[in-house]
């Protein structure tokens, strides 16, 4: 960084930090952070402006970053890499409505994107088959001005006051499906076509098999199982049964209705 550049540093720290978002210093041209100014890392962020003008007064060159999840951003991390990118899923992520209009979107330097979302607790993800990451909280992304490798980070849209979220367990749900075949759901005792052409009928039988899923299964049960319920006709009151089933074993019911809500998104936009 230059002199200019690092004011701009110091500047958009300070922006950052009049929004309440905790910011520290990266060694210059890189990722991690300055071990000898924040020896915890990103749990060394802070919102103390004479402790981070100091930070920059004694590495002038550090990059720039920002601890995400709550009271900040979630940032869904958009890779390009030589085995392949994350483009390709994100466009299936829009084209099933579980994508909102980011806050900011900021071109990174590999040429991938950082979508800005409304912090939440959700916590850190990735999909590396699909080139995707998903920084929340415990979490923490490099912010512009910063560079990698002589390229920086660029504003490419205004922020915007819009406070949507991004659902990572639905996204996780979409783009690695669980696999049904071995507990696959059965059907009340009516015909085959019945099972079919009936969403009530439909439901209750996935209702049946969400109340046999462990820990790790649930949400992304849920969102298969809304999925296939919608693709037989049923509304979103009509798959109560289902958030009911989930939530008795233990997922949080805010979080139930909003993957009920996402898998119906996506069957309504694939039809």
């Given amino acids: 960084m230059t002199v200019s550049t690092t004011q701009a540093a110091v500047a958009s720290a300070l922006d950052h930090i009049a929004a309440g978002r905790a910011v520290f210093p990266c060694v210059p041209g890189g990722k991690r952070p300055v071990g000898h100014l924040v020896p915890n890392g990103f749990h060394d962020a802070s919102t103390d402006i004479e402790l981070v003008r100091a930070w920059w007064r004694r590495c002038p060159h550090a990059n720039l970053a920002i601890s995400t999840g709550t009271g900040s ?3 869904l991390d958009v890779d390009v890499k030589p ?7 994100l466009r299936r992520l829009h084209a099933a409505g579980l994508l909102p209009p980011p806050l900011l979107v900021v071109d990174t330097p590999s040429g991938g994107l950082h979508c800005y979302y409304r912090g939440t607790s959700q916590p850190c993800g990735a999909l590396r088959d699909h080139f995707l990451d998903f ?3 415990g979490g923490y992304v490099l912010t512009p001005p910063s560079t990698v490798a002589g390229r920086p980070y660029r504003h490419r849209s205004r922020p915007t006051s819009i406070g949507h979220q991004l659902n990572w367990s639905a996204i ?3 783009l690695l499906p669980p696999k049904p075949a071995t507990h696959s759901p059965r059907p ?3 015909t085959a076509t019945a099972a079919v052409t009936a969403p009530d009928a439909g439901v209750a039988g996935l209702a049946r098999w969400l109340a046999t899923q462990p820990k790790g299964n649930r949400n992304r049960g ?3 199982a809304c999925c296939r319920a919608a693709e037989n006709g049923a509304t979103l009151p009509d798959l109560a049964p289902l958030i009911e089933a989930i939530t008795a ?5 805010h979080e139930a209705h909003r993957t009920a809500a996402d898998a119906l998104r996506t069957s309504q936009g694939a039809t």
């Fill in 73 to 75: 951003f979630d940032v």
């Fill in 83 to 89: 085995a392949g990118t994350g483009y390709p899923a």
């Fill in 135 to 137: 920084k929340a909280t």
């Fill in 172 to 174: 996780r749900s979409f």
């Fill in 188 to 190: 009340p005792e009516t």
């Fill in 222 to 224: 849920l969102f298969w």
């Fill in 249 to 253: 074993q233990g997922l949080d019911p």
